[in-house]
């Protein structure tokens, strides 16, 4: 089947990126009126083009309605509301306390810039929100913008790029599609800043290519998100909160519970309560089930496959079964599973296969989140707060949550990123705007006292040290 996304002509790049350049230099994106006047048009997209995009979703990633709305369309809406109503009170300038006692009479203001040009690069897992969520706050922060819409989920892309230069203004708002060869002229081109979401070894690709301009970078990355389920936990709701935040998009959500920690004498009995889970949300035949969706694409299926492969019955607790014409995995529990297991716990698993490692105790816990990189999110599933307290103050993560899973991640009051190999810089909110904005120190010094204020200046004598 041809693709539905026509590719950008790689010669035409230099030329889309120059342009949206001259249009920053004439300051149109500055204006205060036209940031909030594009805010409503990207709202009015939203809103006109809500069935293409739950279409092209479903077409792509076979996602149902329901997770499409809350994963990906509802936060960009609430992002805009919160961006319109905010923008005075974020754009003002700041007047700091002075320290300096020569400057006594004089302004300082940290005056809030747009960086300028700005590059989002987009991921295919949540292929509305992660390429539209940060443009929220790129044009909030007066910038002009670059999207890079990911190229694995092609229905989506081609959905956004043929209508939203329709609601958008096309001087300062321009989209370059395609794969590797077009991505790589684009990291070429000199940005202000390069705001990236997917993997950390294309994060290293970005990354380099930025430093050869000493452009300043967001990477939203991935990596082993664990839940660690404590002796206290309630059971049932834990099944409950873990199965959701597993198998939503089918697992590949970069901040999906990777694998669970729980004590050994308790694994059992968690198992039971998520096939009484999986069983209430997706029924005994899960590929018949709307509310369960699909592997991206063959090349992904085959890598899961190629993982679950390495399991039998003796591990495989709760499903195990596949459909490559579907692509279609069921959903899966591992359980036994060793923390340092070749195959499973080597890679981000970004699937609907969940492995149970078992464990003495939650500082064995502690000490196997510690001996990783530093995960995007921890979850941990306890009641007392001296239960979870501990484990918190004894690891690190992007973020993290007590008691549920993704859900930090819809509540945009929150700054969103990781830390480590799990990512640098966040946005969400007034964070976004922090991050597509350039804090400029700014002094406005009078011109009067140059009596008092020439004590400074050469030739330089004893009696003069006043400063
Ligand atoms: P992907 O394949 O869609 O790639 C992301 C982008 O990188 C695409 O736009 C693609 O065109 C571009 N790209 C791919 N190869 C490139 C190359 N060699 N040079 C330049 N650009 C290139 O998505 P993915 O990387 O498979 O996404 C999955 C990963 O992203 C997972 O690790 C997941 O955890 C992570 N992720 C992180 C977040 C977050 O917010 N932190 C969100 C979603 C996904």
Sequence with gaps: MSSPLAYTAIKEIPSIVNNLRNTFNTGLTKDVTFRKQQLKQLLMFMNDKRDDLMDALY?????????SNIGELSSIIDECQYMIKNMDRLMKPVTTNKRFKMNALDKTIIRKEAKGVVLVIGAWNYPVNLLLMPVVGAIAAGNCVLLKPSEVSANTAAVISKFLPDYLDKRAFSFVNGGVEETTCVLEQRFDHIFYTGNGVVGKIVMKAAANHLTPVTLELGGKSPAVVAPDADLDVTANRLVWGKFFNNGQTCVAPDYVLVSKDQQEKLIVAIRKTLLNYYTANPQKSDSYGRIISTRQFDRL??????????????????DRDDLFIEPTILKSISYKDE?????EIFGPILPIVPVDNMEQAIQIINVRDQPLALYIFAKSASSYNNILDKTNSGGAVVNDTLMHLQELSLPFGGVGASGMGAYHGEKSFETFTHQRSTMIKSTGFENVLATRYPPYTDDKDTM
């Design 343 to 347: 195959h499973i716990m080597q890679q």
């Design 59 to 67: 077409n792509d990633l076979h996602k149902h309605k329901m997770e």
């Design 305 to 322: 496959k190629g993982l679950l492969d390495h399991y039998d019955a003796s591990q495989i607790a709760i499903g195990g079964k596949s």
